[in-house]
């Protein structure tokens, strides 16, 4: 089977990147009017790349809060990526360790759900930094857009910005649900597991969203091993 390449990644990326796009635009616009400047907005959007560990860092800066605070809770925010990118390392075919660090370094909870979902066995690493680079050129040129337009938005359109991102998710999830009753259940699991966590505050929003993931993965696996092996006793039975 003739393994895919760089172009068709960009090209799978697509719906994240126009997905980024109103979002990564808000954040520059926060960005200048919590006092950062574009080469703040913009190195931020390079060198961090999370979304919401940004949006976070902007109302932790206004506050006044001490750096090392921030840091740490940017870390522990997207811990969850150790898990994503190990994940996607096994779908993944071998390749240089500088590319696969740069490959792990753009995986975002979006790209991990289109790279994880495709049909093929293996992809290549190609197709994977195709599909990431796409995204996260997405982030970094519409941050610095958002800075420079500033606050010429109406507010309602701000507002409704703020939103984009999980419809976006949703947008991407909901396809790979549509005839497969172990990705809907893992889905549904996971969700009300950190549905539980949020409501009562249990666990930090970083630390709900990785205990809530294994946990899906881990009872779903179970289920569906042990169902696999009722079937086969019963098949040699018969």
Same mark, same amino acid.
């Not at 941050?143 to 010429?152: M, P």
């Not at 419809?167 to 809907?184: D, E, T, Y």
């Not at 666990?203 to 881990?218: D, E, K, P, Q, R």
């Given at each position: ?102 490959? !792990?370094?753009? /995986? ?7 790279? #994880?979902? $495709? @049909?093929?066995? &293996?992809?290549? %690493? ?89 946990? !899906?993965?881990? /009872? ?7 169902? #696999?092996? $009722? @079937?086969?006793? &019963?098949?040699? %039975?018969?």
């Amino acid at each position: 089977m003739k393994k895919l390449g760089f172009f068709t990644g960009l090209k799978a990326g697509m719906p994240i990147a126009i997905g980024y796009f109103p979002v990564a635009l808000t954040f520059g616009l926060l960005a200048k009017t919590t006092g950062l400047s574009i080469l703040e907005a913009a190195a931020m959007s390079l060198f961090v790349y999370a979304g919401a560990s940004q949006y976070i860092s902007l109302t932790l800066i206004t506050k006044g809060v001490d750096p090392l605070v921030i840091v740490l809770n940017t870390f522990v925010v997207n811990i969850r990526h150790f898990l994503m990118s190990a994940a996607l390392n096994e779908k993944m075919d071998s390749d240089a360790k500088w590319r696969k660090g740069l490959f !792990a370094f753009w /995986v975002t909870d979006e790209t991990f759900s289109v790279l #994880a979902t $495709r @049909k093929e066995e &293996r992809l290549s %690493t190609a197709f994977g930094l195709g599909v990431n680079l796409i995204a996260y050129s997405s982030w970094v040129v519409f941050t610095i857009v958002g800075h420079l337009i500033g606050a010429n938005l109406p507010q309602f359109l701000q507002a409704a910005m703020s939103i984009a991102l999980y419809a976006m998710f949703i947008g991407l999830l909901v396809p790979s649900m549509r005839g497969n009753r172990k990705v809907v259940l893992l889905a549904t699991f996971a969700g009300l597991l950190n549905c539980l966590f949020y409501w009562t505050g249990l666990l930090s929003t970083g630390w709900a969203i990785i205990i809530s993931a294994f946990s !899906a993965s881990v /009872v779903v696996e179970l289920v569906y091993a042990n169902v #696999a092996r $009722r @079937k086969h006793v &019963r098949e040699v %039975t018969e």
